[in-house]
């Protein structure tokens, strides 16, 4: 029977978010996509009171449940299988991507502190989520030292440290819990723990190692630096951190019985090296090559694209070896707010006839607002905005700046500002993909991804402003395919990533075209952002540090 | 009977506003306000089409139907009496105050065009209201040519000409209905057209020939200036508006036997010279000594204050001999947007569960947000605005500017932006008072009026940013109070205004007082306003003009 076609085998990416975790299952041969499931993480994001002992949470923090991701293995797995219709034993490898940097306190074995006795009602020894915002002052101290001592690695991630980050959030944990501190065997990336759990293996995945953890050119940053912060951290990254990497695409291990018990796959499949949901987007919109730049837009954008060369790009979140796919430079940039700013202005800016009108239609307020917006001519509103609500990831990484909006008159609909968030987001993203011009690393491609690729006009205004055609993924769940993806490559099914990503992954090239007129009518408007951005943005005026200062002085 | 108390004598003062008159009855010896009433325009604001023709009206236009204000005088007059009980016999004077620069064109006995068969369907014809705009290409004009002759005059208005007043709506009328223009006998303030109904004489006020009418130093604009701006246009001066001038509070006539039958009062009182409803405000609010200055506070705010000294001040409406009271310089400027921004951004910016929450607390929404905005340390919210969403009118004299927010983030509140706008007019205002005193006529006094007197938050952020005591007018119709308090010195019940207004008028002195903490905040604050008034203001940057280019271009 020579001529039987091989039985079909499948994949599992699992996506974990910052609010649930999303299943999906994938056929190899061609990347389908059979079935998912989603699972709410139970405890969801921690910010108020310690579960258990109650304890209040001071500003800015923002902790997780480690079990609420097991959770999602023994719920969202089987239940996609389920829901694929395919038999679990035709699965042949699973992959994992994660939000980052999410990091935990654990155990030798990789038991989380906070999973122990001695430590339940120690609010150190929980998860840190991404958001957690705390450690602020830790990343200050860590990007002036850095500077004063002329580190090389800090250009790597265009000057600036965030808080977010391994470094400051373990200092934070040495300088408020020295004893969580001691007792900590590693200090680990969520990506990797799931990971650890899975195949029973730690491995480093050197996408969060680089991006998160300042591993550039084969080290970590030294002990004399470390030390400088705090003699008690010379050895963080030699006692809590170091650990075998993995590049992404690998075997990381194969499935443990017990992570077979919990996931209902076969034990001993593939389980590949974490990875983060971002970067994992670009296989699933064949986003591998060098120059193809994906942006994935939800309430934020994280732009990611891969590189041939090395250029340190100034104000770029971080360039990576190996960060996106292994043998290219990984660069990474990000817009802080995006659809968090249109989200914002719908809550808290649209009078009640605009809701009454949507619901009429039956529309969201987005909706019914963005078809108002539609039929303007380009300037009609006469609104330039800045898009820094959340501060500026990128190019400027400063989270002291904010919003601006200039030319709103008492003629000035919602509609008009709606509009005008929506621009600005687009300016800010020109701005990236110019930066990257101008440092020797062109955008060849621009491919949207997430949340936001459902809004035509937003679209089609990103497309008139960068003045290029937009590629748009062909999954709507980007991130747990890319997952599978990674999943196939690690069970042997494609030699490469970039192989992988051909046939599984997809894109719909050049879904939006550039309007001549309209890229015409944006030059000037653009030109009116760009100065605003560089005036406010690079020194011409304090105003917003002034007014953030004058802000904290005023909530004391 | 020697020792009996003469009987009591009483004054009606009617203030003709944009869209209704109020007469109001007051006692000479006290100025109690015994009664009032108010009386609709029927056509109210002509901007659409034409009454009659139904002819459309181009963008811009604003027109008025002149025997709604006979209206006025045969049913609010009539009934004021009425309501304050007072035997008409008794009443001894009246007078006018209106909106201005309202003109209308008319033949030698005061018919307006409008009511003659040949013109009543020709829109020129009719009276153009305050706020008709259409001019702005002959007041440009004006501008450049005075500039370039370099006219003295220009320097008394700020160096600029507004498109609202006499000579621009004159060309206007030249330019576009020459036909209107040779059959007009007087172009004449309504001010004054009201005064002529009712005493059957033209006179021409001190106030509005001054700060409308370009007349200073005993001259008006000379035919070489006027022949540069049209050719036809020489004799603009002698031929349409020079005619007696009279100086206010002085008799313009008395009743006629028209005026008598009309109003109800009787014929042969005395009927004083017309005025402008800001300025008539000022002996209401006993603001009519050197340094006191009246801010009257509605949907924008006009500032008037005597001065014993001629300085030209930078940026202001104007300064005119007399302008105020007789012997006295009188300096108006002027905000154009304040109360209009507040209920363009409740009607526009605010959710429906603040609306929803407002009514269940019995408040507006106004009201609502004042509360919630109360409660936050001066600051706290992180936002400067500028407060130029109808341009700026004092002291940039800028039409082309407009609204700027900066320092918003995802967690502004309604609350928040609502007390920057409040802020940013108080800054505007505390620009005004800033510069008079540079100009060496400082303000010694402010004194408001209007309706925005009834916001206690507004006020103690006014005299909180100004760094001075508010003092608050006493009564709730300055307008006809002040016009009541000129028809009694017309009558001459006393030997002048200030007389007159010292025992008439009223104020409540430092009504409300700075409060040195937040006078200490609002410092910073106000340093970053003024800092954001000069750069797109003066110059620094021109983005706002080019938004407005950007604006008319994207919408032809």
């Known amino acids: 029977m020579s001529d039987q076609p091989l039985p079909d085998t499948y994949v599992v990416g699992v996506d974990f978010g910052t609010l649930s975790g999303r299943a999906l299952v994938v056929r190899v041969r061609d990347g389908a996509e059979l079935g998912s499931a989603v699972s709410e993480y139970p405890h969801a994001v921690v910010d108020a009171a310690l579960p258990g002992s109650g304890e209040k949470l001071p500003p800015d923090w923002a902790l997780q449940v480690p079990t609420d991701y097991v959770h999602v293995l023994r719920t969202a797995v089987p239940e996609a299988v389920q829901a694929a219709g395919v038999d679990p034993s035709s699965v042949v490898g699973i992959a994992t991507d994660f939000t980052a940097c999410t990091m935990v306190p654990v155990r030798v074995d990789g038991t989380p502190l906070c999973e122990t006795a001695e430590f339940v009602s120690n609010k150190h020894a929980y998860v840190k989520l991404w958001r957690h915002h705390a450690a602020q002052g830790q990343a200050d101290r860590i990007n002036e030292v850095a500077a004063a001592r002329g580190e090389g690695w800090l250009g790597r991630y265009g000057g600036f440290i965030s808080s977010e980050w391994e470094f400051a959030k373990g200092l934070q944990i040495l300088e408020e819990a020295p004893e969580v501190y001691a007792a900590m065997d590693h200090f680990v990336e969520l990506a990797d723990w799931i990971v650890w759990q899975l195949c029973g293996t730690y491995v480093r995945n050197a996408c ?13 940053p030294s002990p004399d630096f470390l030390a400088a912060l705090n003699p008690g951290f010379r050895d963080f990254v030699d006692d809590k951190l170091a650990h075998r990497l993995g590049q992404l695409g690998e075997q990381a291990g194969r499935l443990t019985a017990q992570g077979a018990a919990w996931t209902g796959l076969p034990e001993g499949i593939a389980v590949a090296v974490g990875n983060v949901d971002a970067h994992v987007s670009a296989p699933a919109a064949q986003a591998v090559e060098p120059g193809q730049l994906v942006a994935i837009m939800g309430t934020s954008t994280c732009h990611v694209m891969s590189g041939a060369v090395l250029r340190e790009v100034p104000g770029m979140c971080g360039v990576v070896d190996g960060g ?10 990000g817009q802080s707010g995006v659809g968090d700013i249109f989200g914002w202005f719908v809550r808290t800016g649209v009078p009640p006839e605009y809701h009454e009108a949507a619901a009429n239609r039956g529309q969201s307020v987005h909706e019914y607002l963005t078809d108002l917006a539609a039929e303007q001519a380009i300037g009609q509103h006469g609104i330039v905005a800045l898009d820094w609500h959340s501060g500026n990831r990128s190019v400027l990484v400063d989270h002291e700046l904010c919003g601006l909006l200039v030319g709103q008159t008492l003629a000035t609909k919602p509609e008009d500002t709606y509009r005008a968030l929506l621009e600005a ?4 993203a020109r701005v990236i993909v110019d930066t990257f011009a101008q440092a020797g690393v062109p955008v060849t491609e621009f491919i949207v991804a997430g949340g936001l690729t459902r809004n035509p006009l937003l679209m089609q205004i990103y497309a008139d402003v960068l003045g290029m055609p937009l590629s748009v993924i062909t999954s709507a769940q980007g991130p747990a395919l890319g997952s599978a993806i990674h999943a196939a490559v690690a069970a042997g099914a494609y030699p490469d990533i970039h192989m992988a990503a051909q046939v599984m992954g997809g894109r719909q090239v050049a879904a939006y075209r550039p309007i001549q007129a309209n890229v015409a009518a944006y030059q000037d408007l653009f030109a009116e952002y760009a100065s605003l951005h560089d005036h406010f943005g690079r020194g011409g005026s304090e105003v917003m540090r002034r007014l953030k200062a004058i802000r904290r002085k005023a909530s004391r």
């Open 208 to 220: 969060t190692a680089g991006y998160k953890g300042i591993y550039q050119d084969g080290a970590y």
């Open 324 to 333: 996106i796919v292994p043998g290219l430079w990984g660069y990474e940039a």
């Open 425 to 428: 987001t687009a300016y800010g």
